[in-house]
């Protein structure tokens, strides 16, 4: 049995979207041609929360697209990757927008060079930038994120698991220790 | 969830499940073509050999269409340019094209089986684009990629297919991935263009068209091969578009909702009037555009990828 460590519960967790949300507005200049697009399957609920937190804080509705990165995997081919192909949904032009990317945890980077890809793919953004709720170190690829919920070091042995109310019925975040590997 | 065949050869040896994972690709790739950008670097580095031993304009180009927007690489080689007219066998054709180190062969042959021969003596994933009067089954499923996305199901439905049933590879594909679906298909023509042992398919045969199309939700014409009536099939053009061609006039007996389909090429005035074919009624160049989607999700399975179950 792998053991299990809370890191965030849904209280921690929905206060940590809250801050990262200032901090993507500050960062931004407001929400003035902010566009934000989480990352399948589980950066899009956290983008969702960011866009509703947005509206409360500044009384306006940022667009939130969803974008599955599937076909820009490097290992589809090698059948490394266990990724299945979802729907992508950026139903606005990106052109000349601020591009905020959001996805849950920040490992390696490839699913972020993938999704760059993915979004330029759409058009040529002002910008793009990244937040994520866990960074867990052990970057592959020069690349970093602009907002952190939260940085947890861990080891290569261990997984890190966001939980969304929305696809697993609970928020918490938790790290997982393979045992005897 | 994944096709777990490594080859396409027909739609017999597929599933309920596994035709649903590939319209419900078809329908991701669909939406993703309709936007600004048709292009994905999917299958990135993958060699797919195009061979067509045989004509074909629409299902060659769709393969190829669907291939480019998935980024792999293509090599086409027709059986006229080939060594076959060289006087080569086709095991020493598949040998000398395995040797090429392809990734998928999709292949158009004249004789049934041969997808399946290919299949067995090449390392590469095959995918069957008509093997003869065999099976057709990326033209099947874009046939029922078109109703399901036109009535709103693809199962309970009365889909009547009319016309040249004998020497069709399109019917057969179809009254499989139909009935498996869970369909009544009804097949009508004259008596000499419906081999018998075709009702052992669990299909009905209805020589009276008219009677053929009361209810159905679905008139699926297929051409008549006009060199078919030297060979006595029936006396005349004229005579064939008289009793079984889709006029205006029958359309207007129709379902309201039902619609007419075609797998082209179209021969106006024998099995389809003009009026009908250009109406309202017909999904005709929908069902072309819809290959070039249910052909990037054959290829995208076929290459390994994984296709994610939609909620309908």
New interface residues.
Partial sequence: MPSEKVLMNAETMGRTIKRMTHEILEMTGGCKDLLLVGIRTRGDHIARRIADTIAGVEGTKVPVGLLDI????DD??T?VA???????E?PFPVTNKKVVLVDDVLYTGRTVRAAI?GIL???RPRYIRLAVLVDRGHRELPIRADVVGKNIPTSSDEMVQVHVVEEDGQDEVLLLKKDGE | ?SVKHKNLLGIEPLDKVEIEQILD?AK?FK??CA???K?????R??LILNLFMENSTRTRSSFEIAEKR?GADILNFSASASSLTKGESFYDTIKTLESMEPHIVVMRHSSPGSAKFLADNIDASVANAGDGPHEHPTQALLDAFTIREKMGTLTGLKIVIAGDIAHSRVTRSNIFLLTKMGNDVVLSGPATLIPREIEGLNVKVETDFDKAIEDADVVMMLRIQKERQKESFFPSLEEFNMLYGLSRERLKRLKEKSIVMHPGPINRGVEINSEVADGARSVILEQVSNGISIRMAVL?LL??????E?TH
Avoid at chain 1, 70 to 73: G, P
Avoid at chain 2, 39 to 43: D, T
Wanted: glycine fraction near 14%; aromatic fraction near 12%; charged fraction near 20%.
């Fill in positions: 599937t076909l820009y995997r589809l081919i059948n266990n990724a299945y192909l979802k729907e992508t950026i890809e793919d759409f058009g | 969830m690709g991701i939406e993703l936007g600004n950008n292009k994905f670097p999917a299958l580095g993958k998935l995208y290459a390994g990828g994984k296709i994610n939609l």
